[in-house]
């Protein structure tokens, strides 16, 4: 079978998990199948060529000229798209991370009549046409500014190169990677579900945290694991640090691992001066996965204090594999990796206080939280790659069959053959 995976990065331009379980399946889905790779031209002066993968998309940049660049885009990513149904002829398309990717693509994806499923393992596919910078003035009444935007963006759409049509009601297959985020998703009324699914995903390097020795060093350290930006909710990291200090007694370092956003630098390093705690703050930045793993054998405690509602959170996974006690916002995902307090202490979303709260029983109790750590290690081996893969081709098998039964009635039955 010929299979078309779309996403908008694809390994090794990656910023997390997502694209790596995008190659994870593609790379087992290529030992039966052919496989091709269409993802976004960011990055790709920096990746080496790669059979069937072709990085020629446009990426929106979520920025404010994003609604200017938004035909030119759109009609490219069309193109594109085209182009690449047309060489491939795929049998089957999978839709991994769209964010980002002009939808007029997916549309056009979806409007193929080649049989389509979606691996949603963020908020993007919550009615993904609004969010659109062209697609979002197609239908639907505007006002102001908006609405002269809205008759220019639907003049445009007559061109031969556009004509986005958002009308026609397309079947499609869902695989979420939690329960959060198939509550949290509202679907595109353009699309038809014939079959959804949650299947949890993996690390990759579950072996390498596994066999991690613990050698905690001598002052406590707290691990904060992950893009340093406003969502994954470093504030409250700092801000936990600095109660931890003034209000338990305790005083502790917080290593950030991650790619910092620029954006939020400025005022991290306020905060930290506020608080008191800038020569308590080591900013590592993205680490190799032997990098991370150390700083991990390391750490008393893995702080995870998402303010938005994480899809999943595969960070909190990594920490319990490498026996790391885990303190988590009760957010999205992460409950359904780990139990309160089977596992982990969780706060609630943005309680700093709670989370120092957390953080110190997870200091100064040091058997209940051997224990916790115990559960936890072998609570995480359950999402192990190869559950993940066969979940995943299992569900591309149901998919394609939900769809091509779809397709058989459609087409209505079938004209008597011979006499």
Same mark, same amino acid.
């Given at each position: 079978?010929r299979?078309?995976?779309?996403s !908008?990065?694809y390994?090794?331009i990656?910023v997390?998990g997502?694209? @790596?379980c995008?190659?994870? #399946?593609?790379?087992?889905?290529a030992e039966?199948?052919?496989?091709?790779?269409?993802?976004? +031209?960011?990055?790709r002066? *920096?990746?080496p060529?790669?059979a069937?993968?072709? +990085?020629? $998309?446009p990426l929106?940049?979520?920025v404010?000229?994003?609604a200017?660049?938004?035909?030119?885009?759109t009609a490219a990513?069309?193109?594109? /798209?085209?182009?690449?149904?047309?060489h491939?002829t795929?049998?089957?398309?999978? #839709?991994?991370?769209?964010?980002?990717i002009p939808?007029?693509a997916?549309?056009?994806l979806e409007?193929?009549?080649?049989?389509?499923a979606?691996f949603?393992?963020d908020?993007w596919?919550?009615?993904?046409?609004?969010g659109?910078p062209?697609?979002?003035?197609?239908?639907?009444?505007?006002?102001g500014?908006h609405?002269a #935007? %809205?008759? /220019?963006?639907?003049a445009l759409?007559?061109?031969p190169a556009?004509?986005?049509?958002?009308?026609r *009601?397309?079947?499609a297959?869902?695989?979420? !990677?939690?329960q959060?985020?198939?509550?949290l998703?509202?679907?595109?009324?353009?699309t038809?579900v014939r079959?959804?699914?949650?299947v949890?995903?993996?690390?990759?390097?579950e072996?390498?945290?596994?066999?991690?020795?613990?050698r905690p060093?001598?002052?406590?350290?707290? &691990?904060?694991?992950g893009?340093?930006?406003q969502?994954?909710?470093p504030?409250?990291?700092?801000?936990?640090l600095?109660a931890?200090?003034d209000?338990h007694?305790?005083?502790?370092?917080?290593?950030?691992?991650?790619?910092?956003d620029e954006?939020?630098? =400025?005022?991290?390093?306020? &905060?930290?001066?506020?608080?008191?705690?800038?020569? +308590?703050i080591?900013?590592r930045?993205a680490l190799?996965p032997?990098? $991370?793993?150390?700083e991990?054998?390391? %750490?008393?405690?893995l702080?995870v =204090?998402? /303010?938005?509602?994480?899809?999943?959170?595969?960070?909190?996974?990594?920490?319990?594999?490498a026996?790391?006690p885990v303190v988590a916002?009760?957010?999205?995902?992460?409950?359904e990796?780990l139990d309160d307090p089977?596992?982990a202490l &969780?706060?609630?979303?943005?309680d700093?206080?709670?989370a120092a709260?957390a953080?110190a029983?997870?200091?100064?109790? =040091?058997?209940p939280t051997?224990?916790r750590v115990s *559960?936890?290690a072998?609570?995480?081996?359950?999402?192990?790659?190869e559950r993940?893969?066969?979940?995943?081709e299992?569900? #591309?098998?149901?998919?394609?069959? @939900? $769809?091509?039964?779809?397709?058989?009635r459609? +087409?209505? =039955?079938?004209e008597?053959?011979?006499?």
């Amino acid at each position: 079978m010929r299979v078309l995976i779309v996403s !908008n990065l694809y390994p090794p331009i990656s910023v997390g998990g997502y694209e @790596a379980c995008c190659e994870m #399946v593609a790379t087992r889905l290529a030992e039966e199948h052919e496989v091709h790779v269409l993802t976004s +031209r960011r990055g790709r002066d *920096r990746a080496p060529a790669q059979a069937r993968v072709r +990085r020629a $998309l446009p990426l929106f940049s979520e920025v404010r000229g994003d609604a200017l660049r938004g035909p030119l885009y759109t009609a490219a990513a069309m193109r594109v /798209v085209r182009q690449t149904l047309a060489h491939t002829t795929p049998e089957l398309i999978l #839709v991994f991370n769209a964010a980002g990717i002009p939808k007029g693509a997916v549309r056009a994806l979806e409007a193929s009549g080649t049989p389509l499923a979606y691996f949603v393992h963020d908020h993007w596919f919550d009615e993904p046409y609004r969010g659109d910078p062209f697609t979002r003035y197609l239908r639907g009444r505007h006002t102001g500014a908006h609405a002269a #935007v %809205a008759l /220019v963006a639907r003049a445009l759409n007559r061109l031969p190169a556009l004509r986005v049509d958002l009308r026609r *009601r397309v079947a499609a297959a869902v695989c979420f !990677n939690s329960q959060a985020i198939r509550r949290l998703t509202t679907v595109a009324d353009s699309t038809e579900v014939r079959l959804d699914r949650v299947v949890y995903p993996a690390t990759r390097h579950e072996e390498l945290f596994a066999a991690l020795t613990r050698r905690p060093s001598e002052r406590p350290r707290i &691990l904060f694991v992950g893009r340093i930006e406003q969502v994954k909710g470093p504030q409250i990291a700092y801000r936990a640090l600095g109660a931890l200090r003034d209000d338990h007694g305790l005083d502790a370092e917080l290593v950030l691992c991650g790619a910092p956003d620029e954006r939020l630098a =400025p005022e991290l390093r306020r &905060l930290a001066a506020e608080l008191g705690i800038a020569d +308590r703050i080591t900013v590592r930045g993205a680490l190799s996965p032997r990098a $991370l793993a150390s700083e991990l054998a390391s %750490a008393h405690a893995l702080i995870v =204090p998402s /303010v938005w509602q994480e899809p999943f959170g595969l960070v909190a996974l990594e920490g319990a594999l490498a026996r790391v006690p885990v303190v988590a916002a009760r957010s999205g995902g992460l409950t359904e990796i780990l139990d309160d307090p089977q596992h982990a202490l &969780l706060f609630e979303i943005g309680d700093w206080q709670g989370a120092a709260r957390a953080l110190a029983r997870t200091l100064s109790e =040091p058997a209940p939280t051997a224990e916790r750590v115990s *559960r936890a290690a072998q609570r995480a081996r359950e999402f192990s790659v190869e559950r993940f893969l066969s979940g995943s081709e299992a569900f #591309v098998r149901d998919a394609l069959a @939900a $769809l091509a039964a779809d397709q058989k009635r459609d +087409r209505g =039955p079938t004209e008597p053959v011979g006499p």
